[in-house]
């Protein structure tokens, strides 16, 4: 079964698409097909939101309104959903709460960020509790405003995210979920043809069959990363094939001793397994990219894409998990950082995809930390990103396992490191500083924009020693300035 | 100024208007995407779109060939436009004369335009753009300060220096003598509308342009002199900027430029949108700096002489260096007296793209220089830097500038002891140093840092604005001036002024777009003064109207002028009262205009440049800020923990957008000082064009702990509009005070060492200083 057209739900209406190019993005369908300007470009790569809109998604039977850039996100991916952008929230001459709130706090000055603010936080309003701070500025995270400051949109959003929707969508929930229901079936998509497409294959076998007869077609899982090749290099991507339809690379599989997640789980689908692991987890996915980013980009991509600055990639090579890959029928696994060939270069053939990540868990006697060093805390790319896995026995070191972003040319394990510390006690620190500087036998770090290498090195260096001082019982409020576990423990 | 009242004589001044928290004229059209920028206006059928074409791989050196068959055979290209297609003078710089729209022999940046392609949709000139192959007999770019020094390039200005006193005498006689260099880094202007016009051609070779602009004058002026054609064939329309903070004023007139080019070519209307990275590549930036100084002072930190130098990266061409590095100059004292100085400055030329106007124009980075150079002082003699600064500011007896002004109003103690004592800075210093003791690798640090701002177009004949106001016969009331609105909130403030002068309420007066077919031969919105001119402006046009009424109503009604007010709405005629709306018909009926113009020019400035002697400021803006930061001395992360702000803005004509100008500028000035870092590599490439690598405040980076009040003041001493004060810049000033409390922290390491941090105060710089305190 094959359907040639994409559907979605706009201002209560399904909305079919036929024809498009492969790599039209969402952005680009509001303001040049739709003609709906509301929505702004600021950057065209995800980082700004000025072009935030809200997706609609159905699952498990409970609706999820998720903010995304536009910009990123190819049209072709809303199938399904419902599309709501800033245009559709006031009604009847009134405006939304969250619109009434902006203005009644003095929420813009320029306005040219507002749009995307007041979808992010339409999507706070409908997440069902009432909103912290802290949710406030992680939903903000991807809402850049160059003029405000951003002290009275927190405080628009503090009073009027309060857990209590009542709006038009929280009104027709019913009709929503049943508008939404009706769009949802398991036949793959094709818009196009065998020379130029837009694929969206409902099931494995057949995702892996396109894949394997299209070897020269993007695959696509978030956009996150892809939707850049097309928004800024220019870049023409005659046939895309879309993962995020193939229920099989959805499963977040939950077992004793390990995780095992599809490759199109999303971050946002993954925090609460990933975050249960241990608490350092937690703050790294809160930090990573943006709500937008998370709700769209996928663990499984961050791996698939290579990029030697990712940040998933050291945490799990530094909890041992391994990669499933798929080829049409044949499958095959291995453990993670040896996925990792070169810059640039992963042990991916053409056709092949990336399936499935199995993570495990952590064991009685070891102890995991992890750290992201950027020059803004919150969606930054990392400077350097270091991962820690520590088993200890009567107080010494019985294995490690670490692993660095930001260090090399593609995610590494400290091998020399990690020798070098087995059998160090943990009740002598002056005993470290041999197993510390093997970090230089590791990494050969290079400089660029984001640090040079001296200081990455030394960040290095540094993380080693903070994580060996936490491990061996120092609070960290002692020694961090963000992200102390004693508070996450509490909370 | 001592002719003018003090702040403690100033009457307050009744008001029904003025002085409300009225939100921004446009906050319901923001919030539902329905306020139009540049690139929302329905483009008229069949407009098309230009993208600038460049060399990817050169910085600078002469064009050998253009190769463009490859640009032209993309199907939906009309045209790519060379500087040969210029038909008349092929510049948009400000004044000089240097900055070429289209690069013409050869390219003096990485990024500089050298084509421009034209075609149906900004996709295809996207993808054509990349097509095209400049070759470049390359050079070796001057890309830093040192760079510039070294190659000995010449200077895109001349020097210029102040100065008073014999300093070497003063400096080897003084007990305590430091010598210090620091780096300041640069800043992206970041404005989340990036640089666009859209240009309409006329019938008769003019064209109209709506740009996204600071000065639509001088767009107007670029265009015509471009085109060839008379500035009366022009109109540049702006009604509102998705942000400027400087980065509008000169440079938007190269985008205005390519879409006029282009609409003269092909005949049809044309935009030029810069795609973001673009923006950030081909647009210049903060000026950043090297100062070398040295200090004299005595064993309590009071300065006896100053000698700095200031070097600055002006980039290519000379754009707005001049007053940019003027007003280093000015503001290198800050709030403090310098008794025998020598304030020197270079305006070195790179081969990077031309820095230009950013929020202080060069203001922030000669304070900089001397709130570091109290935090020097008082690491040496080991006093808490609160008491040097107190020790130094400018107070009767010890008031002169070192431009010659003398400074009357000295309200910066009273409130740095106001901030002190509500800020709890003495006993928060103490905890710190008591938690800095225990603490191995985490370090507190707070400091309290008083702004002095300037006020005035330190080129004086740019102290001028123009108003056009009409009165329509229900009473509603059509504004127009002369000021732009890039968010900051002028519109709604200048209307306030208008609505106050009738006596009517604020939404009879519908504000309109800034057009220079309105009111000619404006000054750019900038230098924080659009509410001080073009406040007064529309208050004279409206003052002409009004007077106009009273005197056909004192006819009309046989009353005296005392007897006639204009309030809510109405007007009261002795015992008497009509509607604002029936005066205005009736007067209309009676044949009387209701219709005009109205000027101001700020008085009292004088200003001798060659003799660096006059009274280029008509007043001071103060405030003062007292943050308090914690670092990480292994990796070098550093978080704001609070932040006390008291900012003296006057009477405020609306305290919300004066809050509004207050935090945000904060906040921008916290990222110049923290995060934001322009990286540019050994071949003059930048490396932070885009958002993913040059990082600006996001809201978690706020302070949770944000105090921010307004100084209690009786109104400004000088009579500017209702007794206010400008705020758009000087609040950009207090974030100085983080990158003093993060100093502050890496200090402690070892007392008496002064840390080597450089600004930005990234986790980088942070971790660097650290490490040299430990060394």
């Given at each position: 079964m094959t359907r040639n057209t994409i559907r979605f739900i706009r201002r209560g209406k399904v909305v079919e698409v036929t024809a498009f190019p492969p790599s039209r993005t969402l952005l680009d369908y509001l303001r040049l097909d739709e003609k709906s300007r509301g929505t702004k470009e600021g950057c065209n790569e995800g980082d700004c939101g000025a072009c935030t809109v809200v997706l609609g998604r159905l699952r498990g039977g409970r609706v999820f309104y998720e903010p995304v850039n536009a910009c990123i996100q190819l049209l072709g991916q809303i199938d399904g959903t419902e599309l709501i952008s800033v245009e559709d929230l006031a009604a009847g001459g009134s405006l939304h709460p969250v619109q009434q709130a902006l203005v009644d706090h003095h929420g813009s000055q320029c306005g040219f960020c507002t749009p995307g603010i007041a979808m992010s936080l339409f999507a706070l309003y409908h997440h069902g509790e009432a909103a912290t701070r802290q949710d406030i500025v992680d939903q903000l995270a991807g809402n850049l405003c160059r003029c405000t400051g951003y002290r009275p949109i927190i405080d628009a959003a503090q009073q009027v995210c309060d857990g209590k929707a009542s709006d038009r969508w929280s009104k027709e929930s019913d009709a929503v979920r049943t508008r939404l229901a009706a769009l949802q079936d398991d036949t793959d998509i094709v818009i196009g043809d065998a020379d130029s497409f837009f694929a969206a294959p409902a099931s494995g076998d057949s995702v892996a069959a396109m894949a394997a007869r299209h070897p020269d077609a993007t695959i696509l899982a978030g956009a996150t990363d892809v939707a850049l090749w097309i928004t800024k290099q220019m870049r023409i991507l005659p046939k895309i094939i879309h993962l995020g339809r193939v229920a099989a690379l959805h499963r977040l599989e939950n077992h004793p001793d390990r995780l095992s997640l599809g490759a199109a789980v999303t971050y946002a689908e993954a925090e609460a397994a990933l975050s249960a692991i241990d608490p350092d987890i937690a703050e790294l996915l809160r930090r990573l990219g943006s709500k937008q980013v998370r709700v769209s980009g996928t663990i499984g991509g961050n791996i698939a894409n290579g990029s030697p600055i990712g940040d998933m990639p050291p945490i799990l090579i530094a909890l041992g998990a391994s990669l499933t890959l798929r080829y049409d029928a044949a499958w095959r696994m291995l453990p993670l950082e040896d996925f990792f060939v070169a810059y640039g270069k992963q042990d991916r053939q053409p056709g092949e995809l990336v399936w499935r990540i199995d993570v495990p868990k952590l064991q009685a006697n070891e102890a995991f930390r992890c750290y992201k060093i950027s020059k803004r805390f919150d969606q930054d790319i990392s400077a350097v990103m270091g991962a820690f896995k520590i088993a200890v026995e009567n107080n010494c070191i019985a294995n490690a396992r670490i692993a660095f972003g930001g260090m090399a040319a593609t995610p590494k394990r400290a091998l020399a490191t990690e020798r070098a510390l087995v059998g160090l006690k943990l009740t002598e620190p002056d005993s470290w500083s041999g197993a510390i500087a093997a970090l230089g036998t590791d990494y050969q770090p290079i400089g660029d924009m984001r640090a040079s290498a001296d200081y990455r090195r030394a960040v290095a260096h540094g993380l080693l020693q903070k994580a060996l001082s936490e491990i061996a019982g120092e609070l960290t409020e002692r020694t961090r300035v963000l992200g102390q576990r004693e508070r996450q423990v509490v909370a | 100024m001592t002719s003018r009242p003090s702040p403690h004589q100033t009457a307050r001044i009744e008001t029904e208007t003025v002085g409300l928290s009225l939100a921004h004229d446009s906050a319901m059209l923001h919030v539902q995407g329905s306020a139009v920028y540049i690139d929302d206006i329905r483009e008229p059928e069949g407009t098309l779109h230009v993208a600038p074409g460049y060399a990817p791989d050169a910085a600078c050196g002469r064009i050998l060939s253009l190769s463009l068959d490859a640009v032209r055979a993309v199907p939906g290209v009309l045209a790519v436009l060379t500087?040969?297609?210029?038909?008349?003078?092929?510049?948009?710089?400000?004044?000089?004369?240097?900055?070429?729209?289209?690069?013409?022999?050869?390219?003096?940046?990485?990024?500089?335009?050298?084509?421009?392609?034209?075609?149906?949709?900004?996709?295809?000139?996207?993808?054509?753009?990349?097509?095209?192959?400049?070759?470049?007999?390359?050079?070796?770019?001057?890309?830093?300060?040192?760079?510039?020094?070294?190659?000995?390039?010449?200077?895109?200005?001349?020097?210029?220096?102040?100065?008073?006193?014999?300093?070497?005498?003063?400096?080897?006689?003084?007990?305590?003598?430091?010598?210090?260099?620091?780096?300041?880094?640069?800043?992206?202007?970041?404005?989340?509308?990036?640089?666009?016009?859209?240009?309409?051609?006329?019938?008769?070779?003019?064209?109209?342009?709506?740009?996204?602009?600071?000065?639509?004058?001088?767009?107007?002026?670029?265009?015509?002199?471009?085109?060839?054609?008379?500035?009366?064939?022009?109109?540049?329309?702006?009604?509102?900027?998705?942000?400027?903070?400087?980065?509008?004023?000169?440079?938007?007139?190269?985008?205005?430029?390519?879409?006029?080019?282009?609409?003269?070519?092909?005949?049809?209307?044309?935009?030029?949108?810069?795609?973001?990275?673009?923006?950030?590549?081909?647009?210049?930036?903060?000026?950043?700096?090297?100062?070398?100084?040295?200090?004299?002072?005595?064993?309590?930190?009071?300065?006896?002489?100053?000698?700095?130098?200031?070097?600055?990266?002006?980039?290519?061409?000379?754009?707005?260096?001049?007053?940019?590095?003027?007003?280093?100059?000015?503001?290198?004292?800050?709030?403090?007296?310098?008794?025998?100085?020598?304030?020197?400055?270079?305006?070195?030329?790179?081969?990077?793209?031309?820095?230009?106007?950013?929020?202080?124009?060069?203001?922030?980075?000669?304070?900089?220089?001397?709130?570091?150079?109290?935090?020097?002082?008082?690491?040496?003699?080991?006093?808490?830097?609160?008491?040097?600064?107190?020790?130094?500011?400018?107070?009767?007896?010890?008031?002169?500038?070192?431009?010659?002004?003398?400074?009357?109003?000295?309200?910066?103690?009273?409130?740095?002891?106001?901030?002190?004592?509500?800020?709890?800075?003495?006993?928060?210093?103490?905890?710190?140093?008591?938690?800095?003791?225990?603490?191995?690798?985490?370090?507190?640090?707070?400091?309290?840092?008083?702004?002095?701002?300037?006020?005035?177009?330190?080129?004086?004949?740019?102290?001028?604005?123009?108003?056009?106001?009409?009165?329509?016969?229900?009473?509603?009331?059509?504004?127009?001036?002369?000021?732009?609105?890039?968010?900051?909130?002028?519109?709604?403030?200048?209307?306030?002024?208008?609505?106050?002068?009738?006596?009517?309420?604020?939404?009879?007066?519908?504000?309109?777009?800034?057009?220079?077919?309105?009111?000619?031969?404006?000054?750019?919105?900038?230098?924080?003064?659009?509410?001080?001119?073009?406040?007064?402006?529309?208050?004279?046009?409206?003052?002409?109207?009004?007077?106009?009424?009273?005197?056909?109503?004192?006819?009309?009604?046989?009353?005296?002028?005392?007897?006639?007010?204009?309030?809510?709405?109405?007007?009261?005629?002795?015992?008497?009262?009509?509607?604002?709306?029936?005066?205005?018909?009736?007067?209309?009926?009676?044949?009387?205009?209701?219709?005009?113009?109205?000027?101001?020019?700020?008085?009292?400035?004088?200003?001798?440049?060659?003799?660096?002697?006059?009274?280029?400021?008509?007043?001071?803006?103060?405030?003062?800020?007292?943050?308090?930061?914690?670092?990480?001395?292994?990796?070098?992360?550093?978080?704001?923990?609070?932040?006390?702000?008291?900012?003296?803005?006057?009477?405020?004509?609306?305290?919300?957008?004066?809050?509004?100008?207050?935090?945000?500028?904060?906040?921008?000035?916290?990222?110049?000082?923290?995060?934001?870092?322009?990286?540019?590599?050994?071949?003059?490439?930048?490396?932070?064009?885009?958002?993913?690598?040059?990082?600006?405040?996001?809201?978690?980076?706020?302070?949770?702990?944000?105090?921010?009040?307004?100084?209690?003041?009786?109104?400004?001493?000088?009579?500017?509009?209702?007794?206010?004060?400008?705020?758009g810049e000087p609040p950009l000033m207090l974030a100085i005070s983080v990158w003093c409390a993060v100093l502050n922290a890496v200090g402690s390491i070892r007392p008496g060492k002064m840390p080597p941090l450089e600004a930005p105060a990234t986790p980088e710089a942070i971790l660097t200083a650290v490490k040299a305190m430990q060394t």
């Open positions: - | 500087a040969r297609d210029i038909p008349g003078v092929n510049d948009c710089s400000p004044s000089i004369g240097d900055d070429p729209v289209l690069a013409d022999d050869r390219i003096a940046f990485h990024g500089q335009v050298v084509f421009a392609v034209v075609a149906e949709t900004r996709e295809v000139a996207r993808q054509a753009a990349r097509l095209g192959k400049v070759e470049i007999a390359a050079e070796t770019p001057a890309v830093t300060v040192e760079d510039a020094l070294a190659r000995r390039t010449i200077d895109v200005l001349p020097d210029y220096a102040f100065k008073r006193g014999n300093v070497t005498k003063a400096l080897r006689a003084s007990q305590t003598r430091i010598e210090d260099s620091f780096h300041i880094g640069g800043q992206e202007h970041f404005y989340l509308e990036g640089q666009a016009a859209l240009a309409v051609p006329d019938e008769r070779g003019g064209v109209t342009v709506y740009s996204s602009t600071q000065h639509p004058t001088e767009v107007q002026h670029c265009l015509a002199k471009m085109l060839a054609v008379p500035d009366a064939a022009v109109t540049c329309e702006c009604r509102r900027m998705g942000g400027g903070f400087g980065g509008k004023e000169s440079q938007a007139a190269q985008w205005a430029a390519l879409a006029a080019l282009a609409a003269r070519i092909t005949g049809r209307p044309a935009k030029c949108r810069l795609d973001r990275d673009d923006d950030m590549v081909m647009t210049g930036k903060r000026h950043d700096f090297r100062v070398d100084y040295a200090a004299g002072c005595d064993e309590t930190g009071r300065l006896a002489a100053v000698d700095v130098t200031f070097l600055s990266r002006c980039g290519y061409s000379a754009d707005l260096s001049q007053g940019v590095n003027d007003r280093t100059m000015f503001h290198a004292d800050n709030a403090y007296f310098y008794p025998q100085l020598h304030i020197q400055s270079r305006r070195l030329r790179t081969n990077t793209v031309s820095n230009t106007a950013f929020r202080g124009f060069g203001g922030p980075q000669g304070m900089l220089f001397a709130e570091r150079m109290m935090e020097a002082i008082a690491v040496r003699l080991n006093l808490d830097p609160l008491d040097v600064r107190k020790r130094n500011l400018y107070e009767t007896g010890r008031d002169v500038t070192p431009y010659g002004m003398k400074v009357t109003d000295n309200i910066a103690l009273a409130m740095i002891e106001e901030l002190e004592a509500s800020s709890d800075y003495r006993r928060r210093r103490d905890q710190i140093a008591r938690f800095n003791a225990g603490s191995r690798f985490i370090k507190k640090g707070i400091a309290l840092t008083p702004v002095k701002f300037g006020i005035s177009f330190t080129l004086t004949q740019m102290n001028q604005a123009g108003a056009l106001v009409h009165v329509y016969t229900d009473g509603s009331v059509h504004l127009n001036h002369g000021g732009t609105e890039m968010g900051q909130g002028l519109y709604v403030k200048v209307a306030q002024v208008v609505a106050e002068e009738f006596g009517i309420d604020i939404d009879m007066v519908r504000i309109t777009a800034t057009t220079t077919g309105k009111v000619p031969n404006t000054s750019p919105t900038a230098a924080s003064s659009g509410s001080d001119l073009n406040g007064m402006a529309a208050r004279n046009a409206g003052m002409v109207i009004k007077n106009r009424l009273i005197e056909f109503a004192v006819k009309e009604w046989k009353v005296a002028r005392s007897a006639i007010r204009f309030e809510r709405g109405q007007v009261i005629i002795g015992n008497h009262a009509i509607a604002f709306g029936d005066l205005a018909k009736k007067a209309h009926q009676a044949r009387i205009s209701l219709s005009s113009t109205g000027f101001y020019a700020t008085p009292d400035l004088v200003w001798d440049r060659d003799k660096a002697k006059g009274r280029p400021f008509y007043y001071f803006a103060y405030g003062a800020a007292c943050s308090e930061v914690t670092i990480d001395t292994l990796t070098g992360e550093m978080t704001v923990d609070r932040v006390d702000i008291l900012h003296d803005v006057g009477r405020s004509l609306n305290p919300a957008i004066d809050i509004g100008q207050i935090e945000g500028g904060f906040i921008q000035g916290m990222g110049w000082l923290t995060m934001e870092e322009l990286v540019f590599d050994d071949r003059g490439r930048l490396r932070t064009h885009a958002p993913s690598t040059y990082k600006i405040p996001c809201a978690s980076d706020v302070p949770a702990d944000f105090r921010v009040k307004l100084f209690e003041s009786a109104g400004n001493p000088a009579d500017t509009i209702y007794r206010s004060k400008a705020v």
